[in-house]
C-alpha cells in the first residue's frame, strides 16, 4: 500500500464531509441526511488500506481503531465532531504533503 493511495482515499473522505456541510450549512440538505453521509465517510475512512510501514499508515490505523463500530449499516459512527478525527487530520494533512500526495477536495454539490 502506497502513502500516496492512502491519500486519494481520504480525500475521498473529505469530498463527502466538504459536500455535506456546504449543503446542510446552505439549506440544500437536512442534518439527518448529512449523519448518513458522515457515517459512509467513516466506513470509507475504516476501508482505507494501511501498511503499518509508514508513520502515516500508523496514524491512519490508530484512527481507524477509534472508529471500530463503523460497520455498514452502523448508526452511531460518524466522523465530523469527534476528538479522532479531529485530532488525526492535521497530522494526516501534513503526513500526505510530505509523501507528496496532498489532501484534496472537490466540490459537487450546487445550488
Do not use: Y
Not at 40 to 56: K, N, Q, Y
Not at 60 to 79: K, N, R, Y
Amino acid at each position: 500500500m502506497r502513502d500516496a493511495e492512502t491519500c486519494a482515499a481520504i480525500s475521498d473522505v473529505l469530498t463527502i464531509l466538504f459536500n455535506t456541510e456546504a449543503a446542510v450549512r446552505d439549506g440544500r440538505m437536512e442534518a439527518h441526511e448529512q449523519r448518513s453521509w458522515d457515517r459512509l465517510a467513516a466506513r470509507i475512512m475504516d476501508r482505507t488500506p494501511v501498511s503499518g510501514e509508514t508513520a502515516l499508515s500508523q496514524t491512519v490505523a490508530d484512527l481507524q481503531q477509534s472508529i471500530l463500530d463503523s460497520v455498514p449499516g452502523a448508526l452511531g459512527t460518524t466522523l465530523t465532531g469527534t476528538d479522532a478525527w479531529a485530532t488525526a487530520l492535521p497530522t494526516i494533512r501534513e503526513q500526505c504533503i510530505q509523501a507528496g500526495a496532498e489532501l484534496s477536495t472537490e466540490g459537487f454539490v450546487g445550488g
